[in-house]
Protein backbone atom coordinates (compact mmCIF):
# COMPACT_ATOMS: atom_id res chain seq x y z
CA UNK A 1 0.00 0.00 0.00
CA UNK A 2 1.33 3.51 -0.90
CA UNK A 3 0.89 6.73 1.05
CA UNK A 4 -2.18 8.51 0.23
CA UNK A 5 -1.10 12.17 -0.94
CA UNK A 6 -3.93 13.10 1.35
CA UNK A 7 -1.68 11.93 4.35
CA UNK A 8 1.42 13.45 3.19
CA UNK A 9 1.57 16.45 5.97
CA UNK A 10 4.95 16.84 6.69
CA UNK A 11 7.11 18.76 7.77
CA UNK A 12 4.22 19.40 10.27
CA UNK A 13 2.22 22.39 10.40
CA UNK A 14 3.87 23.76 7.16
CA UNK A 15 1.66 21.98 4.67
CA UNK A 16 -1.89 21.48 3.73
CA UNK A 17 -3.35 19.69 1.33
CA UNK A 18 -6.43 21.67 -0.37
CA UNK A 19 -6.93 19.29 -3.51
CA UNK A 20 -5.42 15.84 -4.44
CA UNK A 21 -5.60 16.90 -8.65
CA UNK A 22 -4.27 13.62 -9.75
CA UNK A 23 -3.23 10.37 -8.11
CA UNK A 24 -2.08 7.38 -10.29
CA UNK A 25 -1.44 4.84 -7.19
CA UNK A 26 1.05 2.61 -6.26
CA UNK A 27 4.52 3.68 -7.82
CA UNK A 28 2.98 6.42 -9.80
CA UNK A 29 2.72 9.92 -9.00
CA UNK A 30 0.29 12.15 -7.20
CA UNK A 31 -0.44 16.12 -8.07
CA UNK A 32 -2.05 18.06 -5.34
CA UNK A 33 -3.23 21.79 -4.77
CA UNK A 34 -1.51 22.82 -1.60
CA UNK A 35 -0.70 25.38 1.37
CA UNK A 36 3.41 25.56 1.99
CA UNK A 37 4.46 28.03 4.04
CA UNK A 38 8.81 27.51 5.07
CA UNK A 39 8.16 28.28 8.31
CA UNK A 40 5.53 28.46 11.37
CA UNK A 41 5.72 31.98 11.86
CA UNK A 42 5.02 33.01 7.72
CA UNK A 43 1.50 32.59 5.84
CA UNK A 44 0.61 29.95 3.97
CA UNK A 45 1.29 30.43 -0.31
CA UNK A 46 -1.00 28.19 -2.03
CA UNK A 47 1.44 25.85 -4.55
CA UNK A 48 1.33 23.09 -6.39
CA UNK A 49 3.03 20.06 -5.18
CA UNK A 50 3.88 16.80 -6.92
CA UNK A 51 5.68 13.04 -5.67
CA UNK A 52 6.17 9.75 -6.46
CA UNK A 53 3.68 7.57 -4.51
CA UNK A 54 6.42 4.55 -3.24
CA UNK A 55 4.81 1.02 -1.73
CA UNK A 56 4.74 0.64 1.72
CA UNK A 57 4.81 -3.12 0.92
CA UNK A 58 8.68 -2.74 0.11
CA UNK A 59 8.88 -0.31 2.99
CA UNK A 60 9.46 2.47 0.46
CA UNK A 61 7.83 6.13 0.97
CA UNK A 62 8.40 7.03 -2.44
CA UNK A 63 9.80 10.51 -3.46
CA UNK A 64 10.63 13.40 -2.08
CA UNK A 65 11.15 12.28 1.33
CA UNK A 66 13.09 14.53 4.36
CA UNK A 67 14.04 12.72 7.80
CA UNK A 68 12.22 9.10 6.93
CA UNK A 69 8.83 11.40 5.74
CA UNK A 70 6.89 11.91 2.90
CA UNK A 71 7.14 15.08 1.48
CA UNK A 72 5.75 17.25 -1.90
CA UNK A 73 8.03 19.01 -4.17
CA UNK A 74 6.92 22.51 -4.71
CA UNK A 75 6.65 23.06 -8.28
CA UNK A 76 7.43 26.58 -9.34
CA UNK A 77 4.94 29.16 -10.48
CA UNK A 78 5.46 28.96 -14.07
CA UNK A 79 5.03 25.23 -14.76
CA UNK A 80 2.27 25.26 -11.98
CA UNK A 81 -1.18 26.12 -14.09
CA UNK A 82 0.07 23.64 -16.75
CA UNK A 83 0.87 20.50 -14.04
CA UNK A 84 -2.64 20.88 -12.91
CA UNK A 85 -4.18 21.34 -16.08
CA UNK A 86 -2.36 18.24 -16.91
CA UNK A 87 -3.00 16.46 -13.85
CA UNK A 88 -6.90 17.03 -14.10
CA UNK A 89 -7.15 16.06 -17.50
CA UNK A 90 -5.65 12.86 -16.23
CA UNK A 91 -7.90 12.07 -13.54
CA UNK A 92 -10.35 9.72 -14.03
CA UNK A 93 -12.09 10.19 -10.63
CA UNK A 94 -14.79 12.63 -11.74
CA UNK A 95 -16.40 13.79 -8.08
CA UNK A 96 -12.89 15.27 -6.95
CA UNK A 97 -11.53 16.03 -10.33
CA UNK A 98 -14.47 18.28 -11.22
CA UNK A 99 -14.72 19.43 -7.31
CA UNK A 100 -11.51 21.08 -7.96
CA UNK A 101 -11.43 22.18 -11.25
CA UNK A 102 -14.62 24.47 -9.93
CA UNK A 103 -12.78 25.28 -6.82
CA UNK A 104 -9.69 26.64 -9.07
CA UNK A 105 -12.19 28.13 -11.20
CA UNK A 106 -13.75 29.96 -8.70
CA UNK A 107 -10.30 31.50 -7.01
CA UNK A 108 -9.21 32.56 -10.63
CA UNK A 109 -12.68 34.32 -10.98
CA UNK A 110 -12.08 35.67 -7.29
CA UNK A 111 -8.92 37.12 -7.97
CA UNK A 112 -9.76 38.64 -11.06
CA UNK A 113 -13.20 40.48 -10.24
CA UNK A 114 -13.83 41.04 -6.85
CA UNK A 115 -16.65 41.52 -6.96
CA UNK A 116 -18.08 38.17 -8.91
CA UNK A 117 -20.18 35.73 -7.36
CA UNK A 118 -21.28 33.72 -10.02
CA UNK A 119 -19.44 31.37 -11.88
CA UNK A 120 -20.61 29.42 -15.10
CA UNK A 121 -18.71 25.86 -15.08
CA UNK A 122 -18.92 23.67 -17.89
CA UNK A 123 -16.72 20.45 -18.64
CA UNK A 124 -17.43 17.56 -21.46
CA UNK A 125 -16.85 14.18 -18.67
CA UNK A 126 -19.15 12.08 -18.78
CA UNK A 127 -21.12 12.51 -15.37
CA UNK A 128 -23.91 10.80 -14.02
CA UNK A 129 -27.06 12.45 -12.15
CA UNK A 130 -25.68 10.88 -8.99
CA UNK A 131 -22.49 12.27 -9.19
CA UNK A 132 -23.61 15.84 -10.31
CA UNK A 133 -25.93 15.64 -7.01
CA UNK A 134 -22.53 14.55 -4.74
CA UNK A 135 -20.62 17.30 -6.55
CA UNK A 136 -23.41 20.24 -5.71
CA UNK A 137 -23.39 18.46 -2.31
CA UNK A 138 -19.76 18.63 -1.50
CA UNK A 139 -19.32 22.35 -3.17
CA UNK A 140 -21.75 23.48 -0.03
CA UNK A 141 -18.95 22.40 1.97
CA UNK A 142 -17.18 25.26 0.53
CA UNK A 143 -19.57 27.44 0.16
CA UNK A 144 -20.45 27.39 -3.32
CA UNK A 145 -23.94 27.03 -4.02
CA UNK A 146 -26.39 26.26 -6.88
CA UNK A 147 -27.16 29.45 -8.50
CA UNK A 148 -30.78 28.38 -9.36
CA UNK A 149 -32.99 25.63 -7.53
CA UNK A 150 -34.08 23.21 -10.08
CA UNK A 151 -32.17 24.82 -12.97
CA UNK A 152 -27.94 24.54 -11.96
CA UNK A 153 -27.72 21.86 -13.86
CA UNK A 154 -27.83 21.01 -17.74
CA UNK A 155 -26.61 18.91 -20.59
CA UNK A 156 -26.47 19.68 -24.10
CA UNK A 157 -26.59 17.74 -27.24
CA UNK A 158 -22.78 16.93 -27.38
CA UNK A 159 -23.15 15.96 -23.24
CA UNK A 160 -21.33 18.60 -22.42
CA UNK A 161 -22.41 19.68 -18.54
CA UNK A 162 -23.10 23.30 -17.70
CA UNK A 163 -23.18 24.11 -13.56
CA UNK A 164 -24.71 27.59 -12.61
CA UNK A 165 -22.92 28.28 -9.12
CA UNK A 166 -22.66 31.05 -6.95
CA UNK A 167 -20.10 31.81 -4.28
CA UNK A 168 -19.10 34.42 -1.37
CA UNK A 169 -16.91 36.58 -1.50
CA UNK A 170 -12.96 35.90 -0.92
CA UNK A 171 -11.75 35.08 2.30
CA UNK A 172 -15.60 34.01 3.47
CA UNK A 173 -15.68 30.13 2.72
CA UNK A 174 -16.40 28.06 5.46
CA UNK A 175 -13.36 25.49 6.83
CA UNK A 176 -15.94 22.12 6.19
CA UNK A 177 -14.19 19.14 5.34
CA UNK A 178 -15.28 17.43 2.16
CA UNK A 179 -16.99 13.75 2.63
CA UNK A 180 -16.06 12.43 -0.83
Known sequence: MYIKPTEVLSPKGQVEVLDVLYDSGEWGVSVARIHYRDELTQPFKECTGM????????????????RGYPVWFVIPDEFSECIQATALALNTNNVPAVIAEIKIEVERERDANPGSYMLEYKTERDLSETEVDI??????????????????HSVDIN??????????????????????
Open 51 to 66: RWNGNLDEDNKGMPVS
Open 135 to 152: ILNELRCFGIMEAFMGGT
Open 159 to 180: GVHSLTLIFPAKGNLPAVEPQY
